[in-house]
């Protein structure tokens, strides 16, 4: 099956800092979501994109679907967005998706 | 709009009895639900993938007598775990889409231990 391996596993950062995670899948897919799981467990979509850019306030997102890998970018980073982050990816011919490794991410004040 | 509600969000039980955990997907319908799992710091597992009015289609290695899913309409998907083992403690994760090429809406989880 589809492996989905995500970079680096930890990341611990001063509140301000700037931060890209990785996501590298070794297969075509047809949709990718990175999710963000809170100290309560709670997952919270970040983006649906299955290829481009997108932003969202301090957060973006790029997949290079032919190059299968997306990055997730995290500016002026908050002790807030401390948690996992997660990317999910969907295989085609399947309605399954499939989770990636993790990367946990502290932010201290 | 695209809210799960997972209930409860937590359970203890004693081994040997069952729990039944509540998958409902509040103002879309969901053709498609699924379950995961997730022990301590690792990634999510899918169990099982469940669509309405039809049997769940399970993942390799998943007991499927043991994790009893039930889709009985496009809002509601339930999870049971029969004779809870104390193995069986973790945290169970639904989420629902209206369908391909949608977002998938996870519901808060559930915490479960057994004793």
């Known amino acids: 099956g589809i492996q989905v391996e995500q970079s680096p596993p930890d990341l611990i950062l001063q509140e301000g800092a700037n931060s890209t995670l990785r996501c590298n899948f070794s297969?075509?897919?047809?949709?990718l979501q990175w999710f963000h799981q809170n100290p309560w467990g709670q997952l919270i979509n970040l983006f649906y994109?299955?290829?481009g850019t997108k932003q969202n306030g301090r957060l973006s997102a790029t997949t290079v679907a032919t190059e299968r890998y997306s990055l997730l970018y995290i500016s002026s980073s908050q002790t807030t967005d401390s948690g996992v982050y997660f990317c999910a990816v969907d295989p085609p011919n399947t309605d399954k998706l499939i989770f990636g490794t993790g990367t946990r991410l502290q932010v201290f004040p | 709009g695209a809210v799960v509600s997972q209930h409860p969000s937590w359970v203890i039980c004693k081994s040997g009895t069952s729990v039944k955990i509540e998958c409902r997907s509040l103002d879309f319908q969901a053709t498609t639900m699924f379950w995961y799992r997730q022990f301590p710091k690792q990634s999510l597992m899918l169990m099982a993938t469940s669509n309405e009015g039809s049997k769940a289609t399970y993942e390799q290695g998943v007991e499927k007598d043991k994790f009893l899913i039930n889709h009985a309409s496009l809002t509601l998907s339930t999870l049971t775990v029969t004779s809870a083992h104390p193995e069986d403690s973790s945290f169970y994760i639904c989420s629902a889409t209206r369908g391909r090429d949608s977002p998938l809406h996870f519901g808060n989880g559930t915490r479960l231990t057994v004793t």
């Open positions: 994109i299955p290829s």
């Open positions: 297969d075509s897919v047809n949709n």
